[in-house]
């Protein structure tokens, strides 16, 4: 018995998946049409909303300025900490404080809580030390890389190099890392060493086959 029912499902699906069904038979007729080249661009074409275009070369190379630990890639230019504080004040202050102490939901950029260096047992994981700049960031080069690439928040990439400079440079001075007279640029920038430096490994994995560079 139990054979025979499934023989007959079997003769059912052949028999009756023939396009008895009227709306998946509407259903596959507009994917033939679409498959047909109904769309702009034709059969394949990726263009299933019509959105987006190529990227330009010019337009890749414009964003592909990330700055890393050795800062090689540090652009020319250069700020004051007395003009980085006017930079801060006008664009980050408003979310990250007034002296860098943080806001609600904004992270807290200045402060060390221990003085000096911190010792060989030091471990974010199991201290209760704020990650500040002071405390945390490994390279002063990278702090500049990620304040020039997504700082202020709601215009990421709108200062200028000169400016970048500037804020980084007070923060820096803010933390006790560099005395409040430097003028950053790319070699004094280069020549700072964070705090936290030792507290961090280089990854030196080599990139994957299938990693882009
Ligand atoms: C509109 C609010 C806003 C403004 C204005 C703003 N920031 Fe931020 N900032 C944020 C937020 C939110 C984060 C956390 C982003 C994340 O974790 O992805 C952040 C993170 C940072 C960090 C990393 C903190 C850390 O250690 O993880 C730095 C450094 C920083 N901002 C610097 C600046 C500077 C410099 C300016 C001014 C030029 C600025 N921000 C302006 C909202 C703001």
């Not at 330009?56 to 004051?80: H, V």
Request: with cysteine; hydrophobic share 40%; glycine share 10%.
């Amino acid at each position: 018995m139990r054979m025979a029912a499934a023989l007959m499902t079997v003769a059912c699906l052949a028999a009756c998946g023939g396009g008895s069904n009227a709306a998946a038979d509407a259903t596959n007729a507009s994917f033939a049409s679409y498959d047909a080249g109904a769309v702009p661009g034709g059969p394949g074409a990726q263009q299933l909303y019509a959105l987006g275009h190529a990227a330009a070369d010019s337009a890749t190379t414009a964003m592909n300025q990330d700055i890393g630990a050795d800062g090689l890639e540090l652009p020319a230019g250069s700020g004051s900490v007395a003009r980085g504080v006017l930079v801060y004040k006008a664009q980050c202050a408003q979310c990250h404080g007034a002296q860098g102490e943080g806001l609600p939901t904004f992270p807290k950029l200045v402060g060390r809580d221990s003085a000096g260096t911190p010792t060989a047992e030091f471990q974010f994981a199991t201290s209760n030390k704020t990650k500040t700049i002071g405390n945390y960031w490994p390279y002063a080069t990278t702090l500049f890389d990620y304040i020039k690439r997504a700082m202020p928040f709601a215009a990421p990439g709108s200062m200028t190099d000169d400016d970048v400079y500037a804020v980084t440079a007070y923060l820096l001075s803010a933390n006790a890392i560099i005395p409040d007279t430097v003028v950053l640029n790319a070699a004094t920038l280069r020549a700072v060493r964070m705090p936290a430096r030792d507290h961090f490994v280089p990854d030196n994995r080599k990139p994957n086959a299938t990693m882009k560079e």
